[in-house]
């Protein structure tokens, strides 16, 4: 899932602790979904929501309509703007690699966005489903079921998905890490060797001054 480059979306900053936009991008956001509201109802029917994800996204056919569903709450055929909220910071955290900094910071939202029945536990087969959000491969949510699911349901209740949120963020935090720590140590490489290699021309170019004033 990719926001397209030079939609309005592209251009909203994400805060990357908080995963939340500033008071300035929220006001543009509002401005935004009042355009889209064309019927002036402070809502998004399904039709004026599949053409805004399909203009802003690479989203399938079938997986526009999936996200409105999820976003349906009460099943009223219509989103507010809450939830249009919801959805636009998911495609930012998904846009610029936060998706694990989000569903920990916002873990109870999430939590309830899986559970499609109210039953207050998300199983394999609706995570699967909206997997795509969250950027969460396959074998990934397989072993997230085995480590996480403690009571042995084959579900996750919520303090289960918190606790794969907490463990998921700081895995990834250390990857950065371990990223930046690579990154600084070849730097570190390169400047040694762009060194001795000067080093090495101008300890040849002084032997070949001394060769010709003995010459």
Request: proline share 0%; glycine share 4%.
């Amino acid at each position: 899932m990719k926001l397209k480059q030079g939609s309005f979306l592209w251009y909203l900053y994400l805060d990357k602790i908080y995963c939340l936009l500033s008071l300035r991008n929220v006001k543009a956001l509002t401005e935004y979904f009042y355009l889209l509201d064309v019927h002036r109802k402070n809502t998004l029917n399904d039709v004026l929501f599949f053409h805004f994800l399909r203009h802003i996204t690479d989203l399938r056919s079938r997986q526009i309509k999936m996200v409105f569903d999820v976003l349906d709450w009460n099943a009223t055929g219509e989103i507010g703007f809450e939830q249009f909220y919801m959805l636009v910071c998911i495609l930012l955290s998904h846009q610029n690699h936060l998706e694990e900094q989000f569903m920990y910071r916002h873990s109870r939202p999430v939590f309830d966005l899986l559970d499609l029945h109210g039953e207050l536990k998300v199983g394999a087969a609706n995570f699967c489903m909206y997997r795509f959000l969250f950027n969460i491969q396959k074998q990934e949510l397989k072993e997230l079921f085995h480590n996480f699911d403690i009571t042995g349901d084959r579900y996750l209740n919520y303090k289960e998905f918190k606790l794969y949120t907490i463990f998921s963020t700081d895995k990834s935090q250390k990857k950065g890490k371990e990223k930046k720590t690579l990154k600084s140590k070849s730097t570190l490489v390169k400047k040694v060797f762009h060194r001795v290699g000067m080093s090495q021309r101008s300890l040849l170019e002084k032997m070949r001054s001394r060769s010709r004033e003995h010459n």
